[in-house]
């Protein structure tokens, strides 16, 4: 009896191993697919929803007349796009921003560095130095934009008053449209410095004392050719992160404005995501806003792109 | 051309001594090697002698010149780094130029740009150009000069390295184990390689390592560096065979050097691990010592007797050529390793007896203190030669 159960268990076997470990194989790629889109979906779900789905909202809305609240819209086309780009404000907000983040960008890299550079050269305080430069990037703008309105106020101000003081001439910052832009970026670079300078500092802390070391052997030992053979080269990827962040940061300034300015006087301090602002929610043209978030979705885009390809080829020295 | 004179250096890191009084005297054109396990502070000499670290006493004088408080690149020094320091983002080229460039171009011509239009700097350029030409053919890097450090391997960099430091034709050479991050093979080819361009450059190296195979194969001296301090200064052979302090040989020489435990008895006799050794060296009877013996100085015998130790067989390995036998001895707490040829020694298995000679001139005598006690009439060798300059 076990004779012809072991015969006959032999005869099945050939013919019958093949299917199952190929059914075996199968079941396993299906649990491993499984297993792929239960991990992956929960994050692809919410990309969507939050991300995409939004994204080719504003994309549909910009290309109709729609007004927000309104019950009926029909398709325009690219009018919208025209009426921007001809929309003398629009130029304006935009040649705005560009100067803006023309100063702040090369503004905020350059006092980060500098400051990066003292501290990590001092022995005491390092700790405290990093913490106050820090502070404001941590604190909530609109209430530091209310202590800036203090301090720059015409009469009251604490810098007018000063510049008073010292026989200097006073403006009223804020309401003089060749002063509130650069002061705007005054401020912008305040705000983001303490992260660039952050940042650099963890960057510095990273070169290997050895390149210093072979610097001196070298004969590169004085302190600007010190930088300019270590330093500054080693700091690339950390300087192209940072002006990265701070341009896109500076694109998107909004508190500011709103708070101190509300983009004028006239329009010398409108400001790209605030014509957007009230473009969309104030006047309502939501159809007319949804175009400037295009228009500013593809300068971000751009901005991160170029990122990419900088960073891999200029800067990571492969 | 230039020797370097180290005089009582002393170097301290807060509250911890790292260099105790080293005093050395290196010859012109010598390969001298500084030898010791890790954290005995010879990349911390080092780095004093070149200028990037500040001793706290002592001096150094790089030929006839003392350069204590003298910067780096003042001191006719160069150097190849353990991590080899090459600038990650200049290529081949610009990485063995920089020396050229710091030293035959002004502030003004190395600008960026501007720099390459002032007088001067064009025929400036093209010499460097050529000299770093002529310099990675030498190596056999010529056809790398376009590539980024990133770009090449652990071999290729390290001959970069020694490029850039070539290049200047300083007086004096200093690696600071340049071929710790190679693989076994290419440390080999490399080690003959440095021996190679020691010999055509004829300069002074200082080259620092752990690893007493390179010490032993590329040095005219060896310098022995245990705890930050230098414990025997002398060519290869003779810090293998006349070591001065029991530290020493046990650092070099692979099997370990045994050492026993020994009494020393009336008449020249010496008792350790069950037998008993005759012994020509003026020791106090009773006084404890220990003996080394190197693991090839044993011999076969037939049977027990003076100068001859016994024990049980605890393993034996087959090595090719040669056999090493541990030999378990009364009393002692680690086996007794002999190598043995395999041709005169046949058939030993583990558990067997067996009887090892040593010939009285081959045993080391230390006394307790670690010091080498030698025999009667006899000077260690360093000390003959130094008297011989003396003279
Ligand atoms: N900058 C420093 N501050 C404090 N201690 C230091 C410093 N540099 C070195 N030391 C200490 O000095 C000792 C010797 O260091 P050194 O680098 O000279 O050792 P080494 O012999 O080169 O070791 P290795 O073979 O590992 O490179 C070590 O104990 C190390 O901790
Ligand atoms: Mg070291």
């Not at chain 1, 341009?247 to 014509?275: I, N, R």
């Not at chain 1, 602002?277 to 979705?297: C, Q």
């Not at chain 2, 063995?96 to 350029?125: D, E, T």
Request: with cysteine; charged share 20%; hydrophobic share 50%.
């Amino acid at each position: 009896m076990s004779m012809t159960a072991h015969t006959a268990g032999k005869q099945v076997r050939p013919s019958q191993t093949p299917r199952t470990s190929s059914g075996a194989l199968r079941r396993h790629r299906s649990a491993e697919i499984f297993a792929a889109w239960s991990l992956a979906g929960p994050a692809l779900l919410l990309l969507v929803v939050l991300f995409f789905l939004p994204v080719f909202g504003v994309f549909a809305i910009a290309l109709t007349d729609w007004e927000f609240g309104a019950s009926s819209l029909s398709f325009v086309g690219l009018a919208n796009f025209r009426e921007v780009f001809a929309d003398e404000g629009f130029r304006i907000s935009l040649i705005n921003t560009i100067l803006y983040v023309v100063i702040v960008v090369p503004g905020t890299i350059a006092l980060g560095l500098a400051i990066a550079l003292l501290i990590e050269s001092g022995k005491s305080f390092r700790a405290f130095y990093r913490a106050i430069h820090f502070l404001p990037f941590m604190a909530t703008l609109t209430a530091m934009a209310i202590a800036w309105e203090a301090l720059l106020h015409p009469t009251i101000g604490l810098i007018n008053q000063t510049l008073a003081g010292l026989g200097l001439p006073t403006a009223n910052w804020l309401r003089d449209e060749n002063t509130v832009l650069p002061v705007l970026a005054g401020i912008g670079i305040w705000q983001n410095l303490g992260y660039a300078m952050v940042l650099f500092l963890a960057g510095l802390k990273s070169i290997p004392q050895d390149l210093y070391d072979a610097a001196d052997i070298d004969g590169a030992d004085a302190w600007l050719d010190r930088l300019r053979t270590v330093t500054l080269p080693m700091l690339g990827p950390v300087t192209m992160f940072i002006f990265i962040v701070v341009a896109l940061k500076a694109f998107e300034t909004f508190d500011t404005v709103q708070v101190l300015t509300q983009g004028g006087p006239g329009h010398a301090s409108e400001m790209l995501l605030y014509t957007l602002y009230r473009e969309s929610f104030e006047y309502l043209r939501t159809g007319y806003g949804a175009s400037v978030a295009v228009v500013f979705l593809f300068i971000v885009v751009a901005l991160t792109l170029i990122q990419a390809r900088v960073m891999d080829k200029r800067v990571h020295y492969q | 051309m230039a020797g370097i004179t180290i005089e009582k250096i002393e170097k301290t890191f807060g509250a911890t001594t790292v260099l105790r009084d080293v005093s050395l005297d290196i010859a012109d054109g010598e390969f001298l090697t500084l030898l010791g396990p890790s954290g005995c502070g010879k990349s911390t000499l080092l780095r004093i002698l070149a200028g990037l670290e500040v001793q706290t006493g002592g001096s150094v004088a790089i030929g006839d010149r003392v350069v204590d408080g003298v910067r780096p690149k003042l001191r006719d020094v160069a150097m190849v780094f353990q991590s080899y320091a090459l600038y990650p983002h200049m290529t081949v080229q610009e990485n063995m130029s920089v020396p050229l460039r710091m030293r035959r171009l002004s502030n003004w011509q190395r600008l960026p740009l501007i720099g390459r239009f002032l007088p001067g700097s064009k025929a400036v350029a093209a010499e460097i150009e050529n000299e770093v030409m002529r310099t990675a053919k030498a190596l056999g890097i010529g056809h790398l000069l376009g590539r980024k450090p990133g770009q090449l391997s652990g071999g290729q960099r390290q001959r970069v390295a020694v490029g850039r430091a070539m290049v200047r034709q300083a007086a004096v050479f200093l690696m600071d184990e340049p071929l710790s991050n190679l693989d076994a093979k290419l440390r080999v080819q490399m080690r003959a390689e440095i021996k190679e361009l020691h010999k055509r450059l004829g300069v002074t190296f200082v080259y620092v390592t752990h690893d007493q195979s390179e010490a032993m194969t590329m040095s005219d001296r060896v310098a022995v560096m245990l705890d930050g301090e230098l414990l025997q200064v002398a060519p290869p052979q003779e810090i293998y065979a006349d070591p001065d302090d029991r530290r020493v040989a046990e650092f070099i020489g692979s099997p370990k050097i045994n050492i026993l435990d020994a009494k020393m008895h009336e008449n020249g006799l010496a008792s350790m691990a069950g037998t008993a050794f005759a012994v020509r060296a003026p020791i106090a009877r009773g006084s404890s010592l220990s003996i080394g013996i190197r693991p090839e100085a044993f011999h076969l015998v037939d049977s027990h007797g003076v100068n001859i130790l016994t024990g049980a067989v605890r393993l034996v390995e087959h090595m090719g050529s040669d056999l090493f036998v541990h030999l378990d001895v009364p009393g002692g707490d680690h086996p007794v390793v002999a190598r043995l040829l395999a041709e005169r020694a046949p058939q030993i298995s583990s558990g067997q007896t067996l009887h090892l000679g040593v010939k009285p001139e081959r045993l080391l005598l230390f006394a307790a203190d670690g010091k080498r006690i030698r025999p009667h009439g006899q000077l260690g060798a360093t000390v003959v030669r130094m008297k011989e300059r003396l003279q």
